[in-house]
């Protein structure tokens, strides 16, 4: 099928050291967020709290960053297609399909890293650990937005975002593990488009009816309006 509208996700920045770290005994700091909602004062730190970050997936690296205990690797899963040129068409995907959660580098994003760091903290080069929102989560990292260096007869031409049946199988993967697991499971899309999509609002309200928290990005600026999912009356829009 020719390729369609992709969701596209929101900025970020994001750097990292490939050196090997560790978390235990690290002295820890509160970025400017978590102060301005007193995160330090709160005695919430998600613990028992399923995050299913729905983005990029991690990269490669994701170990230095973060404890094994946060991130339930075994649940993460990646839902991608393949784009290529067809003569006579133009550049075509193909049908959703079941993969890892990593990034591809170099051409991916680490958005889904970033992400994850602002819900459970990050090493920084075995210096420091920098607080999360909810610390004490586990995070489920389902990659559902991606990136491709497509050839073609005039070069390459490289695509980044996802897909709405990409999310929707994302969002739809979380609403059925959810009744398997034992504690409260949230989704988190730091993700948007400009338009609404039945098919990622059909995946909502599933993900709803099984008792699953729908969080979304409202956008990167403010006078560019709502943005959907975010936009949606069921979903928790924030950002």
């Known amino acids: ?12 920045a994001f750097q990292f050291d490939e050196e090997s770290v560790t978390t235990a005994g690290l002295p820890e700091v509160t970025p400017f967020n978590l102060d301005m909602i007193d995160a330090e004062w709160t005695s919430n730190d998600g613990e028992g709290v399923y995050v299913a970050v729905l983005d990029t997936g991690l990269l490669p690296q994701w170990p230095f960053f973060f404890s094994q205990a946060n991130i339930r690797d075994d649940l993460g899963i990646g839902f991608r297609v393949d784009i290529w040129w067809e003569p006579g068409i133009g550049f075509v995907r193909g049908p959703v399909y079941a993969s890892d959660f990593i990034t591809k ?49 005039g070069g390459y031409m490289q695509f980044t975002g996802g897909f709405y049946d990409q999310i929707a199988y994302g969002i739809y993967y979380v609403a059925d593990l959810a009744e398997t697991l034992d504690g409260p499971v949230i989704i988190s899309m730091s993700l948007g ?18 008792g699953v928290m729908v969080v979304a990005s409202a956008g990167n600026e403010g006078y ?8 949606y009356p069921q979903v928790i829009s924030c950002g």
């Open 1 to 12: 099928m020719p390729v369609d509208v992709m969701m596209y996700r929101e900025h970020f």
């Open 105 to 153: 580098v170099p051409e991916g994003s680490g958005h889904g890293t970033h992400v994850t760091s602002t819900v459970v903290g990050f090493n920084v080069n075995n210096l420091y650990w920098v607080r999360g929102v909810a610390p004490e989560a586990q995070i489920i990292p389902v990659l559902v937005l991606d990136a491709w260096n497509v050839s073609y007869p």
């Open 193 to 210: 488009g400009p338009a609404p999509s039945p098919i990622i609002e059909d995946a909502i309200n599933y993900a709803i009816s099984k």
């Open 224 to 231: 560019a309006g709502m943005g959907w999912p975010g936009a």
